[in-house]
Structure formats: C-alpha cells, structure tokens
C-alpha cells in the first residue's frame, strides 16, 4: 500500500509559477512510477507527466518545457514545478504512483489560473 498526500495548489496569476509536492508514506526508491495527472472541470482525467525510477520523464504535449517533475528521495517526495501557467491549466492535479501492477492516487489539490 502507497498513501499519497499533495500540497501546493491555489490561486495563480497567468504566467505564473507553482510547485506542488505529493509526499508518498514509504521510500520512493521503491515505487517504479511516480507522476501527475489532472481533471479540469467537464473533462477527463489526463495525464500531466509520469518519472520512472529510471529511464526519462514523460511529458504531455500541454506542458513540455513549462511543467517539470522531480523526485526528492531522501524526503519520499515528488514534485512538480509549474511554470507560465495558463488558464487552460487549471484543474485538480492528482498524484499517481504505480507498484508492482498496482495503481494508487492522492485525494488532489486545486490549481486555479486567473487574474
């Protein structure tokens, strides 16, 4: 069992930045796949980017070269770092972790872009 917990969202100007940090409760250096998705209001859940433990990151297309995940493994933390944020980014992101065949999902957290 993987519990996810997000922090980071809120309210941000277009062309601003955010950062939000899922805090998973066992070591990362376990968990194969780490990543993000999102669901706006009225539309699916998509996928914003998925880190392997190894390998490269994958990125939709919305995001690549504005939005970049990271893992801090000493702090069982995955980030994501959003940058010159639109208003078509606004949505709950969700973290997502996959072990051994197994999918888990944090409860979210509200990103808003709006002036």
């Known amino acids: 069992q993987v519990q996810l917990v997000e922090s980071g969202g809120g309210l941000v100007q277009p062309g601003g930045s955010l950062r939000l940090a899922c805090a998973a409760s066992k070591s990362i250096w376990s968990i194969n796949i780490m990543g993000w998705y999102r669901q706006a209001p009225g539309k699916q859940r998509e996928l914003v980017g998925t880190?392997?433990?190894?390998?490269?990151?994958n990125y939709a297309d919305s995001v690549k070269g504005r939005f970049t995940i990271s893992r801090d493994y000493p702090k069982n933390t995955v980030y994501l770092q959003m940058n010159s944020l639109k208003p078509e980014d606004t949505a709950v992101y969700y973290c997502y972790a996959q072990q051994y065949g197994l999918e888990y999902w944090g409860p979210g957290t509200q990103v808003t872009v709006s002036s």
């Open positions: 880190k392997p433990t190894s390998g490269s990151t």
